[in-house]
């Protein structure tokens, strides 16, 4: 366990449907990120968090996607009419400051049906 | 472009010594990460390297050479549970970005 938590672990949705997952990083770090890793594949950057300030946005990602960090702790991810090319594992980060290592949640694996 | 290779899959025996190569060819350089994934699992940190040189932790060890956009890891005495993929990962600039490898899914023997 790193200490950073991600919920739900698992969720199944339909084609079209909204989902929100949620990370909780380790409470002194000021550093949140979000990747999407596909079977067999390294971690792909999505967008990353310094408090909560959202301060760079993957080019590649649709604008089905966004992320929150209210309050500069936790953060959400929410996909929107989700497709099928979205199942993937969804992993969140930490790190104090830019400079060190991150350490993942367990990740929140999406089955898109 | 941004590229980062690594072997698709190694085989070795336990209790053997086995190098994981990593060639990265980035538009900056700021620091390259190993970590460790057990299958269904998050990726662990196991070492950095932003110097020339070999950093050694335990029965993991880590090279890199700048000039030849090379690293590699080196797992000594090797143990079951040191069946993983292993992920190589470069900062790039001061954004302090990861471009990481697709990695290397090692698989141990008795």
């Known amino acids: 366990d790193t200490g950073v938590s991600q919920d739900p672990r698992h969720k199944i949705t339909k084609r079209g449907q909204n989902v929100t997952f949620r990370c909780d990083p380790i409470?002194?770090?000021?550093?949140l990120y979000w990747y999407r890793q596909t079977l067999g594949q390294g971690p792909e950057f999505l967008t990353y968090f310094q408090n909560e300030a959202q301060l760079e946005k993957s080019r590649l990602l649709s604008d089905r996607f966004s992320a929150e960090r209210p309050k500069g702790s936790f953060s959400t991810l929410e996909i929107q009419r989700t497709e099928q090319g979205d199942s993937a594992m969804y992993l969140c980060?930490?790190?104090?400051?830019?400079?060190?290592?991150?350490?993942f949640g367990p990740g929140t694996r999406l089955t898109v049906t | 472009g941004q590229n980062i290779d690594q072997p698709t899959e190694m085989t070795a025996t336990e209790g053997a010594i086995v190098q994981i190569n990593c060639t990265y060819q980035?538009?900056?350089?700021?620091?390259l990460f190993w970590y460790q994934q057990h299958a269904g699992e998050a990726p662990t940190f196991l070492s950095y390297?932003?110097l020339d040189g070999l950093e050694e932790k335990g029965r993991f060890s880590s090279f890199l050479s700048r000039s030849k956009g090379y690293s590699y890891l080196l797992l000594k005495e090797l143990q079951m549970k040191d069946s993983a993929s292993y992920l190589c990962a470069v900062r790039v600039d001061s954004n302090y970005q990861l471009i990481w490898g697709a990695g290397t899914k090692l698989i141990i023997k008795p």
């Open positions: 980035t538009s900056g350089f700021n620091g």
């Open positions: 390297n932003v």
């Open positions: 409470s002194e770090h000021n550093r």
């Open positions: 980060a930490s790190s104090l400051g830019g400079f060190n290592e991150q350490y």
